[in-house]
């Protein structure tokens, strides 16, 4: 009973992103004032969040499980594809979506799940390391298997991604760690609303987007949405 009631805070992050995403695909208006360069500065403030909640020992702690690491980017860059692929076969997609799909299954991990082992009161020190892991073996891992699955090559901006992990990640999360070393009273009070602040980040972020490409979203047809949630459901990532 307790373990169920340590997942509720984390069943209602996830529910509110899923009423903006649906909300979205119907009213886009509401979220097309979102600039595309305010997400860096959103995923920022998610990762701020999350260095006020952790500490340097944290992550020292974190760095022993490196198997947890080592099966994460299997399950991100094994699994995920293989069952992307699976679920394209499954829906009879055509190569364009199936193309996409499989790409979905091969990116890497996303801010979210931190944000959702911080709500649950997981180790999220260790999901930051699965994060950044998988951002930066996703330079090789993604080409690598678009051109095994879909016969062709994906570029992949490696100076961006690796520019765009320190800046959206690291440097927010040591900030985060530097200001709770240095101001410990001003965080734990700031550390409180930080599920909070993850949340509105990240439902801006996912409404933007969709808001985005909401006519496509509506026309590829309720087949293909319900492959990407079961992908995002089975694959657990």
């Not at 801010?111 to 892991?133: E, Q, R, Y």
């Not at 026309?219 to 990532?237: W, Y």
Request: net charge positive; glycine share 8%; with cysteine.
């Amino acid at each position: 009973m307790a373990d169920q009631r340590m997942l509720l805070p984390e069943l209602r992050g996830g529910g509110v992103l899923v009423m903006t995403g649906r909300c979205k695909s119907f009213e886009p208006r509401t979220f097309v004032w979102v600039k595309p360069e305010w997400f860096t500065w959103l995923l920022g403030l998610l990762m701020f969040s999350v260095g006020l909640t952790t500490s340097v020992e944290d992550f020292r702690s974190s760095m022993k499980s490196w198997l947890a690491v080592v099966i994460n980017s299997c399950a991100c860059f094994m699994i995920m594809p293989a069952l992307a692929y699976f679920l394209a076969l499954l829906i009879k997609a055509n190569a364009p979506t199936l193309a996409g799909l499989v790409l979905i299954g091969s990116i890497n991990g996303g801010h979210t799940s931190n944000l959702c082992t911080l709500i649950a009161g997981g180790d999220v020190a260790l999901s930051v390391l699965m994060t950044m892991s998988t951002t930066l073996l996703c330079i090789v891992a993604t080409p690598l298997i678009a051109q095994r699955i879909l016969g062709t090559v994906v570029s992949v901006d490696a100076i961006g991604i690796v520019l765009s992990t320190v800046k959206v990640m690291l440097a927010p999360t040591i900030f985060g760690l530097a200001f709770k070393q240095w101001l410990p009273n001003a965080s734990s009070r700031a550390a409180k609303f930080t599920p909070v602040l993850g949340v509105v980040a990240t439902c801006i972020i996912v409404g933007s987007s969709v808001a985005s490409c909401q006519s496509y979203i509506l026309s590829a047809g309720l087949s293909l949405q319900l492959a990407v949630l079961c992908l995002h459901i089975f694959g657990g990532c």
